[in-house]
């Protein structure tokens, strides 16, 4: 299967092409024939595909095929952040491993350029998943579950000597000035009808964001998701799953909770429950016989790691609808804000800044 050729473009996602790449999962199989039930590019190229099978040969009714995006610009971010490759990698030797609900992986690869990268997934819709949303009711049960399910992974991961060698391709979180640029655009767009902590917001990471980003990552290192909001996750009868890996790091694993918690759960619900998850995260971690930090230092850098939620929510609504519904990334950035404000995450940097 190594030389099995990376498509860049979806006509070459064909049923010769998808008969080689599903052989390992399924032996047996013969495509005859695909039908495009949904496409879509954005951050990258996305595939719903129907598929027509030689009678007496096994093989899944519909994939979910993942691959480089049409357009330039968007395949200059990819190329910028390598989100691609990490993710094709992700799937190809970690998903196997990882001890929470993450799509089934048929077959993924990717080249030498940035851009060359094929991932042939589960299709969550057909297995009968369900999708999540900011909007969706049932938020603390929910709420826990996910923190439930993160402990598991961070302490899968907690200190992990594989990230000195075979996971050295795992990189530490995304620096770069184009967070700042962002917030300086959604402070232009939006600053004059937010809360003035907006504002503070914006000019704390705009004059300080290389300081803030290695703040973030101060503390034991584990796999983190990176990109933990609602829309990256569904559920699957009752337990919760995670997909969109393409932002994995290795940073402190409160970097995923705070993501959660700031941008996805309604501000009413965290203000209630926040407390109780975090004593959560930490039993869960504990139980895997992690020598946790206190609760004293989660809840610290917990304050100070919802303003990289805040951010990327910031930076979602400054692109308009290029990356999310308008009315998601303002709703998103919204709860940031004030999740930002219920802790004082100004006041946390300025007192170590």
Not at 52 to 70: I, R, S, W
Not at 114 to 141: K, P, Q
Request: hydrophobic share 40%; proline share 5%; charged share 25%.
């Amino acid at each position: 299967m190594a030389d099995l050729e990376i498509p860049d473009h979806p006509d070459g996602v064909t049923a010769a092409w998808l008969t080689a790449a599903l052989a390992p999962s399924f032996p047996d199989i013969a495509v005859t024939g695909v039908t495009v039930l949904d496409q879509h590019s954005g951050t990258t190229g996305r595939l719903r595909l129907g598929l027509e099978h030689t009678p007496g040969h096994a093989g899944p009714a519909t994939v979910f095929v993942k691959l480089a995006p049409d357009g330039e610009a968007q395949q200059k971010l990819v190329a910028a952040t390598d989100m691609g490759r990490k993710e094709a990698r992700f799937y190809a030797e970690l998903a196997a491993e990882v001890p929470v609900r993450v799509p089934a992986c048929y077959f993924s690869a990717h080249g030498q350029e940035r851009t060359e990268y094929v991932m042939v997934l589960e299709d969550l819709e057909a297995s009968g998943c369900r999708f999540t949303s900011r909007e969706d009711s049932g938020a603390a049960e929910h709420g826990g579950k996910v923190v439930e399910a993160l402990a598991r992974l961070h302490a899968h991961f907690w200190e992990d000597p594989r990230f000195d060698d075979e996971l050295a391709w795992i990189p530490t979180a995304m620096r770069g000035k184009r967070g700042a640029q962002f917030v300086q655009s959604a402070l232009e767009q939006f600053g004059d009808g937010m809360p003035p902590v907006f504002t503070d917001l914006c000019r704390l990471y705009i004059d300080h964001d290389d300081e803030i980003v290695e703040l973030w990552d101060e503390g034991e290192s584990t796999l983190v998701h990176g990109d933990t909001h609602a829309g990256n996750q569904f559920v699957d009868g009752g337990e919760v799953g995670f997909y969109d890996w393409a932002v994995i790091s290795r940073s402190p694993g409160i970097r995923d909770i705070a993501m959660y918690l700031g941008n996805s759960v309604p501000t009413e619900v965290r203000q209630a429950e926040q407390e109780g998850w975090l004593r959560t995260y930490r039993d869960g971690l504990v139980a895997a016989g992690v020598d946790a930090p206190s609760a004293e230092v989660l809840w610290d850098r917990y304050r100070r790691l919802v303003l990289y939620g805040w951010v990327g929510a910031a930076a979602t609504a400054a692109t308009g609808s290029r990356w999310q519904p308008i009315e998601v990334g303002m709703l998103g950035m919204t709860r940031a804000t004030q999740t930002c404000a219920d802790l004082g995450t100004v006041e946390a940097f300025r007192a170590v800044l």
